[in-house]
Structures are given as C-alpha cells and as structure tokens.
Nanobody
Framework: QVQLVESGGGLAQAGGSLRLSCAVS????????MGWFRQAPGKERESVAV????????NYADSVKGRFTISRDNAKNTVYLQMNSLKPEDTAVYYC?????????????????WGQGTQVTVSS
C-alpha cells in the first residue's frame, strides 16, 4: 500500500501564499503520476494540478494557471504545491493523490491512493 500525508494548509489572506507538501510512504516504487485536487463546500472535487512520474510534464486547472506550481522530489518521496496570489475562491480542502499505473494522467478516476486532505482558507 501507499500512504499520503498532506501538510502546509492553513489560513492566508488574499494575495498571499502557501506551500502544500505531500509525503509519500509505503510502496513508493509503484507511484507514477501524482496530483493535487480540491473540494470546496457544496462543490464536487476538482483537479488542481497533476505531474508526471519524472516531473517533466504538468497540467493545471485554468483557474490556477500562472498562480500555482506543482513539483516533486522523488528522492524525498514528496510532492509540492506552491500557491501564490491566493484568492478567496481557492478556499477548499486540498487532497494529494497518486496513480500507480499511469506515468501521467489528468483524469481523477485514474488516481488510486488519496491523502486525508488539508484545509486551505483564504480570507478577503
């Protein structure tokens, strides 16, 4: 199995920054693509950013392009999400997820392992 633990969430003001981390443990060698997803109250979970197994390819939701950056350090088994220029509409629970089959995937249904989530709240 694979365990994912997110950290770095919290309260930020609009225009501010936060950096989320996702530590991967267990059978880390089976992890391929990874991604960050979020779910706001009353809304469906949505994709924020995904990254290929080697970090060479990334994809972002239109709503975060130019503001968020996903990266990974495979030596440390960690994925990051740098969030800048935060907006109140970024408020959500952010989840880290790992795909054991695909080297790169933008489809949420492909992701097999999920963390418990970390709350991000952006005040106006």
């Amino acid at each position: 199995q694979v365990q994912l633990v997110e950290s770095g969430g919290g309260l930020a003001q609009a225009g501010g920054s936060l950096r989320l981390s996702c530590a991967v443990s267990g059978r880390t060698f089976i992890v391929n693509a990874m991604g960050w997803f979020r779910q706001a109250p009353g809304k469906e979970r949505e994709s924020v950013a995904v990254i290929s197994w080697n970090g060479a390819v990334t994809n972002y939701a239109d709503s975060v392009k130019g503001r968020f950056t996903i990266s990974r350090d495979n030596a440390k088994n960690t994925v990051y999400l740098q969030m800048n220029s935060l907006k109140p509409e970024d408020t959500a629970v952010y989840y880290c997820a790992a795909d054991r089959h695909s080297p790169y995937s933008t489809a949420m249904r492909d992701y097999d392992y999920w963390g418990q989530g970390t709350q991000v709240t952006v005040s106006s």
